[in-house]
């Protein structure tokens, strides 16, 4: 059985069937449908890696997505990008740093592949990928239909999106089309970057760069999926109970109600790394998995971690952090056991 281990950015030493790779919609198509009993077997596409954990030995076919290409035109008010979905997240925002076609500089740095940008509807310092994409274009696993959804059709939210739902595990996604306005405002408003004078997208992009790899650990050195929780979202009440207990409690305000005056149908969140940090678990280690100690966000592998290390570290952040907040955090990450996603 081939070993997953360089599959994934977290690194678990665990295998599956056979790994096979596509470059094309054709030859995804020739390598689907040739898997016998697809209804009793597992299939899981994978893209970069980074935001997939493989918890045990996956008993089923993994097919990594290596479409490639960019293409570009652009009007008197926008650009227009074709993507594939085999690209680099952060080579491609590189790329268009240096041939200035603005509107990424926020996302700089984000593990990955272009085309999981739309699945968890990626961010970072203030700024969603959804707002800047067109369209995506998929193929149905099963028919081979060829389909473009749109901005709308993708039902993008809060690291969430179409795909995770009615869609999950029923399309490929092999590009994604991008449109970028000429005219924007930069977005920095968030943590340091509120700090730079004068910022320009290239300034921005440094720094995000910068902060990243001070608070970050490189998935190259130290095995890790990025984010592991989403940030909760909670009704204002929830906030202030947190707030009344705890002095400058960080939080982010967004969705305010067309009442202002009724602050209790506000939507805030609070980062989920300020959660843990107050549950004690920044730095925290159970065997060989660590809960990072300058981005609790974190977790990462120590070198000889199991799935069911970090299955149970998880579990403890989450019980925790309901126990003495009453919010319930939920996994950014995707899980995976031997027959396909698993939740915590």
């Known amino acids: 059985m081939p070993s997953l281990q360089s599959y994934s950015t977290f690194g678990l030493s665990v295998s599956c069937d056979s790994i096979e790779s596509f470059t094309d919609v054709p030859s995804f198509l020739s390598l689907y449908n040739s898997i016998e009993n697809r209804a009793d077997s597992a299939v899981y596409i994978l893209g970069g890696g ?3 954990i493989f918890t045990e030995d996956f008993n089923g076919k993994i097919l990594v997505n ?3 290409g960019i293409s570009h035109f652009d009007t008197e008010t926008h650009h227009y990008l074709r993507v594939g979905a085999g690209e680099n997240w952060h080579d491609f925002v590189t790329l268009c740093m240096k041939e200035k076609w603005y509107g990424f500089e926020n996302l700089a740095l984000i593990p990955g592949s272009v085309g999981a940008s739309p699945i968890q509807n990626i961010g970072a310092y203030g700024r969603e990928v959804n707002a800047l994409i067109d369209n995506v274009e ?5 028919t081979g239909e060829q389909v473009l959804l749109s901005n709308t059709d993708c039902q993008f939210g809060y690291r969430d999106s179409v795909f995770k739902h ?16 000429k005219q924007y405002a930069l977005e920095t ?18 720094k995000v760069i910068e902060i990243r790899k001070s608070k970050l650990p490189d998935p190259s050195e130290l ?30 305000v967004v969705a305010q109600s067309a009442d202002f005056s009724d602050t209790e149908q506000s939507q805030i969140k609070i980062p989920a790394a300020w959660l843990i ?3 004690g678990f920044k730095g925290k280690t159970l065997n060989k998995v660590r809960c990072h100690p300058t981005q609790p966000l974190v977790l990462t592998n120590l070198g000889g971690a199991t799935g069911s290390d970090v299955i149970t570290m998880a579990k403890d952040i989450i019980a925790s952090v309901q126990d003495q907040f009453g919010i319930k955090l939920e996994p950014e990450v995707r899980l995976l ?4 996603l698993i939740s915590l």
Do not use: M, W
């Open 223 to 252: 095995g890790n999926a990025g984010s592991f929780f989403k940030n909760p979202v909670v009704r204002h009440s929830v906030y202030q109970a947190i707030a009344d207990e705890y002095n400058s409690v960080p939080h982010f």
């Open 166 to 181: 009615a869609l999950a595990n029923k399309v490929l996604i092999t590009h994604v089309n991008f449109k970028l306005p």
């Open 277 to 279: 940090d107050q549950a």
């Open 189 to 206: 408003s968030y943590g340091e970057l509120a700090a730079l004078t004068e910022p320009t997208p290239e300034k921005v992009y440094s």
């Open 66 to 68: 290596e479409i490639k």
């Open 138 to 142: 998929c193929v149905f696993l099963e």
């Open 337 to 340: 056991g031997s027959k396909g």
């Open 50 to 52: 980074s935001n997939s």
